[in-house]
């Protein structure tokens, strides 16, 4: 069975400074009518920073809709005219104070597809040297070296929730793994 709805009609309901809020009227497979409410926003990128000594490279910072401290890789929202990999590389020294060298990109991945049309870079890199942050205005974080192992046991706990991180870190793991 073919699922594709056809979209009827766009309606901007709200644009703000990062998203915009549509109500589409759609066709469903059955050629009844129904409506799609979802959140258009640019994409973002992110990166998965790890030392020789199998530290990784993650931030904490207050995630208001969750109302609590979140830890995740740096990440940060696409600037118009900025590739994927220039917006990791710019987040990590922003946030973390690390330049990379050198990145590698692990494509892209859904972070909420029932409700955003966001697509989110993943990228790694364990090349880089140590440079200082610079937080954007407003932005608060603290950055956290933790073993790649400690992060894996922070997933099973339920300690780390963010999917970019959860991916990125068990992504990591299992190529380490492989590698051995």
Known sequence: MDCTEKTISKNLLYKGRIL???????????GSKSNREYVHHTGGA???AI???DYVYLVEQYRYPYHTNTLEIPAG??????????CAVRELKEEVGLCANSI??????????AYTDEPLHIFFTDDFTQSTSQLD???????????LSDCID???QGTIKDAKTVVAILRTALLKKKNK
């Open 20 to 30: 915009e809020l549509y109500k589409d009227e759609i066709e469903l497979p059955d």
């Open 46 to 48: 992110s990166v998965l």
């Open 51 to 53: 030392d020789r000594e």
């Open 77 to 86: 929202k696409l600037n118009e005219g900025e590739s994927a990999e220039q």
């Open 104 to 113: 590698r990109d692990w494509g892209w991945i859904y972070p909420t597809p």
């Open 137 to 147: 205005e407003g932005e608060f974080l603290n950055v956290k070296k933790i073993k």
């Open 154 to 156: 922070m997933i099973e």
